[in-house]
C-alpha cells in the first residue's frame, strides 16, 4: 500500500488558521477539502438549521406541497408505498407521522421482498388496491421507472406523488408528481445528494411553509426539527454524501436522535447496545441500528420497524426493536457463510479482474451486505448474486471515482431489472445470462477506470491527511476534528500519520486480529490506540514505525477520552524534506 501525502498552500492555511482560531492541521485538511475561503470554512466548522435552503428550488416540490394541503383539507384517503431498505423506510414513517398530526390515516404499505420483489411492482400495487382506493397514492424511494403501474393507478383516478432519488432509465416521465433532483425529468443537480428520507424532510418543510403563509394554526405546532432524527437515519444508511445539506441535516439529526422522542426509536437505540449518555455517531447508525432495519426487509416484512417507529406503546416498541435483533442476528450468521462462498469463488482469479462477481444458491436479500464487504477487501466493484428460480438477483458495490450506473447502463436492456445509485446498484439477471454478464462487468469498468485515470483499480493507496508529532496531540485537536463532523460518504474522516514511534511491549490481542496498546506523549499522558482487523499482526515491541491513524473523543462509562484507531502501520521511514511523499 502506498502513503501518500501532498502539502497544502501554506498562505491559504495561514489565513484560516488565523481568522478561526485553527490548529494547523486542522486548518491544512480544510484547505484540502476546499475550503479555502475564511466565510466557506466557518460554515462548514459551524452549520446551522438556517442554511437550509428553500425546499421549492426542487422541480415540482411546491406542486407535490400543494396536493397534499388539499389532502389534509379534504381528508382524503391516502396509501403510501416505500422501498424496504431504511431510506424508504424512514421516508414512509416521516410522511404518515406528519399526516397523522393533521388527522389523516394513511395505509402504509412496504413491499414483502420475496413475494412482491423491489420498488413499485405490480404485486404491490395489487396489494394497496385489494385494500382500498385512496384518493391520492404516495411512491416513497421508488417509482421513478414504474411508469405501468403509475398508469395503472392513475386509470383508476387516483393521484400519484414520487418522491425518490434514483436515476431514471425510462424515456417518458411517469404520469405523476415526480419529485426527483436524479432524474432527467426534473433534474437539480444541486439537490441530487439528497436521499429519499432527506426529500421527503423538503417536502414537509415545504407543505409548512404554505400553511404558514396562510396563517393556518395547525402548523406552527409542528417543530421540524424533531424530524431530522429518521432524516439523519436516512441518509447515513443510504450511503448518501454527507455535504451540503445532507451534512447539516445529519449533524443536528445526531442530536435529536439521542433525544428523540419516537418511543420505537429509543427502543432500537437501546436494543442496539448504544449507551443513554452517548452521542451518538454515523458508525452506530451504520453499524448497529441501520442493519437491525434492514434486517426485516431482507428476511421478513420490513412494515415492522415502520410499525415501531409509529406505536406509542413502549412494551411494544421493546419487542418489536428485539424481534429486529433477532433478525439481525439470522441476518449475520446466513451472511458470513454466503461471504465465505462467495470469496472461494472470486479468490482463484482476482488478480486479473477489474470487478468481480459470485453468484450462488444465497439469499438475495443479504447478497448486497457481502458484496460491499468483498469490495472494500479487493478495493474493486463487486457483485453477489442469488439465485432464485431462472433469475440471478442481487446487489453490487462499487469504488470512489466509478459510477456503477454508467457502467450497467449499456448492458441496461440485457437485465431483467437494475437500478440506483453511482456506489450501490440492484440487479436482476436471467441464470444462463450471469457469465456473459460477467465479463461484460469487467471490461466495462477496466474501460471507466481508464477513461478517468484512475490508474491500476488493484493498487491500494492511503492518503494521509497530515503529519503529526506527538506534541500535536492534544484534545483541542480532538475537539477540532470533532467540528469536522459528521464523518461519511463524501466528509471522509482524515487519516493523520505519526512518525517514528517506538512499539511498546505489553500491546493486547483481542478477538482474534484485533489489538490494543497505548503511546506516552509529551504532556505524560497516554494515547489509547485500538487496531481493528489487522491480518498484518502487531508490530514488534522495541521497533519504530509510523502509524496511520483517526482520532477522535470516545465516550465510556460516562468518561469521555482520547483515542486512537489504527488504520494502518509501516516501519519507520525517513520523512521527506519537502512537497509530495508516495512510498
Request: contains cysteine; aromatic residues 6%.
Amino acid at each position: 500500500m502506498k502513503w501518500i501525502h501532498t502539502e497544502s498552500d501554506v498562505q491559504l492555511v495561514h489565513e484560516l488558521q488565523d481568522a478561526l482560531a485553527l490548529l494547523p492541521p486542522i486548518a491544512s485538511v480544510l484547505v484540502k477539502m476546499g475550503y479555502t475561503d475564511v466565510e466557506r470554512a466557518e460554515r462548514f466548522l459551524s452549520p446551522k438549521l438556517s442554511y437550509v435552503t428553500d425546499p421549492f428550488l426542487i422541480p415540482n416540490l411546491e406542486t407535490a406541497a400543494e396536493r397534499i394541503m388539499r389532502a389534509i383539507d379534504e381528508q382524503e384517503t391516502v396509501s403510501v408505498v416505500g422501498d424496504y431498505d431504511v431510506d424508504g423506510v424512514t421516508a414512509v414513517t416521516l410522511l404518515v407521522c406528519f399526516l397523522r398530526r393533521f388527522g389523516l390515516r394513511p395505509h402504509y404499505f412496504v413491499p414483502r421482498r420475496k413475494d412482491e420483489g423491489y420498488g413499485l411492482s405490480t404485486a404491490i400495487v395489487d396489494r394497496v388496491l385489494t385494500r382500498e382506493r385512496p384518493a391520492l397514492f404516495f411512491a416513497l424511494d421508488c417509482g421513478t421507472n414504474a411508469n405501468e403501474q403509475v398508469e395503472r393507478l392513475r386509470s383508476r383516478g387516483i393521484d400519484v406523488v414520487i418522491v425518490d432519488h434514483h436515476r431514471s432509465k425510462t424515456a417518458e416521465a411517469p404520469d405523476a408528481v415526480l419529485v426527483n433532483p436524479n432524474s432527467a425529468f426534473s433534474a437539480a443537480p444541486d439537490f441530487s445528494p439528497m436521499c429519499t428520507a432527506g426529500l421527503m424532510f423538503k417536502v414537509l418543510h415545504g407543505v409548512l411553509k404554505i400553511m404558514r403563509s396562510r396563517r393556518d394554526p395547525r402548523s406552527f405546532d409542528i417543530i421540524l426539527r424533531e424530524y431530522l432524527d429518521l432524516v439523519a437515519l436516512g441518509t447515513i444508511t443510504d450511503i448518501s454524501p454527507l455535504v451540503g445539506e445532507n451534512r447539516t441535516m445529519v449533524r443536528f439529526g445526531l442530536r435529536q436522535m439521542k433525544n428523540t422522542k419516537r418511543k420505537g426509536l429509543r427502543a432500537l437505540i437501546s436494543a442496539s447496545n448504544i449507551a443513554d449518555t452517548a452521542d451518538i455517531l454515523p458508525v452506530d447508525v451504520s453499524h448497529r441500528i441501520g442493519p437491525r432495519i434492514n434486517a426485516s426487509g431482507r428476511l421478513a416484512d420490513a412494515a415492522l420497524p415502520v410499525e415501531m417507529f409509529l406505536c406509542e406503546n413502549e412494551k411494544r416498541c421493546a419487542d418489536l426493536a428485539r424481534e429486529l435483533s433477532e433478525m439481525n442476528r439470522d441476518r449475520q450468521e446466513i451472511e458470513r457463510g454466503i461471504y465465505d462462498e462467495a470469496l472461494a469463488q472470486i479468490e482463484a482469479d482476482v488478480q486479473h479482474r477489474n470487478a468481480l462477481l459470485a453468484c450462488g444458491e444465497w439469499h438475495p436479500g443479504v447478497v448486497g451486505i457481502v458484496a460491499g464487504k468483498l469490495s472494500r477487501h479487493f478495493n474493486r466493484p463487486c457483485v453477489v448474486l442469488g439465485i432464485e428460480g431462472n433469475l440471478a438477483k442481487g446487489s453490487g458495490r462499487g469504488v470512489p471515482g466509478l459510477n456503477l450506473i454508467d457502467v450497467l447502463r449499456p448492458y441496461g436492456d440485457e437485465l431483467d431489472s437494475w437500478g440506483g445509485h453511482p456506489m450501490a446498484v440492484g440487479i436482476s439477471v436471467d441464470v444462463n445470462k450471469v457469465a456473459e454478464f460477467r465479463e461484460y462487468l469487467d471490461r466495462a469498468v477496466g474501460e471507466a477506470l481508464a477513461k478517468a485515470g484512475t490508474g491500476d483499480a488493484n493498487e491500494r493507496t492511503l492518503d494521509i491527511a497530515e503529519w503529526l508529532s506527538p506534541e500535536d496531540i492534544t484534545a483541542e485537536l480532538f475537539d477540532q476534528i470533532e467540528q469536522l463532523s459528521p464523518f461519511g460518504e463524501g466528509n471522509q474522516e482524515p487519516v493523520f500519520g505519526i512518525r517514528n514511534i517506538v512499539m511498546p511491549s505489553g500491546a493486547i490481542v483481542f478477538g482474534g486480529d484485533n489489538f490494543r496498546f497505548q503511546i506516552l506523549l509529551p504532556n505524560f499522558s497516554r494515547l489509547g490506540v485500538v487496531a481493528w482487523h489487522k491480518p498484518e499482526g502487531v508490530p514488534a515491541a522495541g521497533t519504530r514505525v509510523d502509524l496511520a491513524v483517526r482520532l477522535s473523543w470516545n465516550n465510556y462509562n460516562g468518561r469521555k477520552y482520547q483515542q486512537a484507531e489504527l488504520v494502518a502501520w509501516r516501519p519507520a521511514v525517513p520523512e521527506p524534506s519537502a512537497g509530495t511523499e508516495s512510498r
